[in-house]
C-alpha cells in the first residue's frame, strides 16, 4: 500500500487592526479560524497596511497592532502551528499589490460596495489606496498559493475580485497563482448591530451600545444584550421580520453549538428577559477564556515581538516564492 502524507490544503486570512475586534469578527472570521487551525496549514495576519486607508494616529496605530497580534493567540491560534504575522512586516504584499494594480480594471474595483460605503463615510480622505485596498487584498491571498479564505459575508466581494484577477493572470501568463475558495460560516457571517439589526456589528459604530467588543466585561455585555432591539412579539423564533431576535440566535448558536431548532425549543413559552439572560451568560462564558489569555499575553511584549519576527520569516519564505514567480513571468529584469 502506497504511503504517501497529502500536503494540508492552505488557508489565509486577515484583520485589520482599526480597534478591538468585535463579537461579529470573531464569531463571523476569528473563531473559523481557530476551528481550521488544527486541520489546515495556516496563515493569518494583522492587515496593518489596509488600515491607513482611513486616518489613523501613529500612536493607536502601533498599539492596536501589538494588541490584534496578542488577540490572535489569545484566541487560541498557536505561533508555532500558524504563521501568525503582521502584513507590513513582509514586503512582499506591497510589491504584489502593486502589480496586481496593473492587471484590475477601473471599473471592477469601482463596483466594490465596500468603497463605495466607505467614500461616502470618509468623503475628506478617498484615497488612491482606499481605491486598490480590493487588490492589496489580493495580493495578501494570492502570495501564498492559498486554497480557503475564512471571511463573514462582507468581505466576499473582494474575495470574487481576487478570484477573477488571479484567473485573467494565469491566462495571460500561464498556471501561476491558485485560485481561492472563501469560506463563510453558515451560522455568524453575518453578525447584526444591537441596536440596528438590519445593519451589520461594526467596531466603527458611533453607538457603543450596538456592537460587543472582545475587551468589554461581563457587565457591559448582559448590559449590551438586555438593551438589544427585539420585537413585540414575544416568541423566541426564527423567522423573516424578526431581524433582533434572529440576531440574538446566531450569537447563542455560536457561542453554545446549539441549532435554531433547539433553540427554539430551549424557549418555548419564555420571554425575551430569559433568552436575553441566557444569551448574555454564553458570550460571558465564551469570551473569558479569550480576555484572560489576552491580557496575559499583553504583559510579555518581548515573546509578542519574538513571535511575530518568527511569524514573518516564515511568511516571507513563501510569498518570496511566489513574487518572484510572478516578477519573471511580467518580464522585470531579474539579475543575480
Ligand atoms: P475586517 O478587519 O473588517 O474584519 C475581519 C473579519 O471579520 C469579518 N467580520 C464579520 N463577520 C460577521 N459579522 C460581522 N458583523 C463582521 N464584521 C467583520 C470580516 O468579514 C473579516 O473576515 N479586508 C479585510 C481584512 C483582510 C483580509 C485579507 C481578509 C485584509 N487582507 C486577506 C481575508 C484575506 C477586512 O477589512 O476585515
Redesign the pocket.
Known sequence: MENSVQPKERV?????P?GM??L??Y????KNWKNMSEDYDCLF?V?DL?SITVRTTPADLRRRSIEMYAMLMAIGLDPEKNILFV?SHVPAHSQLGWILNCYTQFGEASRMTQFKDKSAKHADNVNVGLFA?PT??AA??LLYQTDY???????KQ??ELARNVAERFNGLYSETFKVPKPFIGKV?????SLQEPEK???KSDTNAKAFISLADSSDVIAKKIKSAVTDSEGCVRFAEGKDGINNLMGIYSCCTGKTFEEIEAEFAGKGYGDFKGAVAEAVVEELRPVQEEFARLMGDKAYLEKCAKEGAEKASRIAYKTLSKVMRKVGFWQVG
Not at 489565509?12 to 485589520?16: E, H, K, P, R, T
Not at 479564505?149 to 468581505?155: A, L, N, R, S, T
Open positions: 489565509l486570512s486577515a484583520i485589520q482599526t475586534p468585535t461579529g469578527n464569531l463571523g472570521a476569528l495576519a492587515a489596509h502584513q485596498y492589496l487584498m495578501d491571498i479564505v475564512p471571511i463573514g459575508e462582507d468581505q473582494h474575495l455568524g457571517a453575518r453578525i447584526k451589520k456589528m461594526s
